[in-house]
């Protein structure tokens, strides 16, 4: 079974911190997606990566998609309160079926 | 230009009962999927339409089931609701069918009672 496992679970930091959040896999997958999602709202799309190695940067937020394409990587600097929310990876499996992880909640405090 | 709209906002069944979850796609897309999220998890899929036919199924029981109008709407069925299936309904389309990049509308919160 491919599983995307997201670590930490929780995460709590103040307002000005940095931080990153991980998404792993023993799979290999030919492109990852994350997504933030809001309470009581669907996943909103931050970004797509695709090549191995590659970094995508959307103003403070870097992801990086390991070289393996197994697992990924998103940095956060400089969190404020509006980056509260949880963060989901997602994938597609080698049934072409997409699979996503149970995600980081991400709670920063002003 | 609309993103992907749902209906109703909020359900509220009782077990036995059948609900039926509307889904209208972004403007210019033609694959709808569907996905569960129980609360603290992450989305499970569900099943995807394209062209009016289930090209994928996930790992859920016939008791749900599905459809894909011409217009690229689409709805989910769900038969002899169980306590289990209370959670949020998404529904996310995308512009190519497998296309990895899918945009989620709202959901659907059924709470089955």
């Known amino acids: 079974t491919q599983l995307l496992e997201q670590s930490p679970q929780f995460l709590s930091i103040q307002e000005g911190e940095n931080l990153t959040v991980y998404c792993n896999s023993s799979?290999?997958?030919?492109?990852l997606q994350w997504y933030r999602q809001e309470p009581g709202e669907g996943p909103v799309l931050l970004v797509t990566?695709?090549?191995?190695?590659e970094v995508k940067k959307l103003k403070r937020l870097t992801f990086q998609f390991g070289d393996a394409r197994k697992d990924s990587s998103l940095h956060i600097t400089a969190a404020q309160p509006g980056d509260t929310g949880l963060y989901l990876c997602?994938?597609?499996?080698?049934?072409?079926?997409?699979?996503f992880g149970k995600g980081t909640r991400l709670h920063i405090l002003p | 230009d609309a993103g992907v709209t749902q209906s109703p906002t909020h359900l509220i069944k009782t077990r036995g009962q059948q609900v039926t979850l509307r889904c209208s796609p972004k403007?210019?897309?033609?694959?709808v999927s569907w996905y569960q999220q129980a609360l603290g998890q992450g989305p499970q899929f569900i099943f995807q339409?394209?062209?009016?036919?289930?090209?994928q199924r996930g790992n859920f029981p016939d008791r749900f089931s599905g459809h894909q109008f011409p217009n690229y709407s689409s709805e989910l069925n769900v038969n002899a609701l169980l306590l289990g299936d209370s959670a949020l309904y998404l529904c996310?389309?995308?512009?190519?069918?497998?296309?990895?990049?899918?945009?989620f509308g709202p959901g659907t919160r059924l709470t089955v009672t």
């Open positions: 996310a389309s995308s512009p190519i069918a497998g296309g990895p990049s899918q945009y």
């Open positions: 799979s290999v997958f030919s492109s």
């Open positions: 990566v695709v090549t191995g190695g």
């Open positions: 997602a994938a597609e499996n080698r049934d072409d079926k997409i699979i």
């Open positions: 403007s210019g897309h033609d694959t």
């Open positions: 339409y394209y062209e009016e036919e289930e090209r």
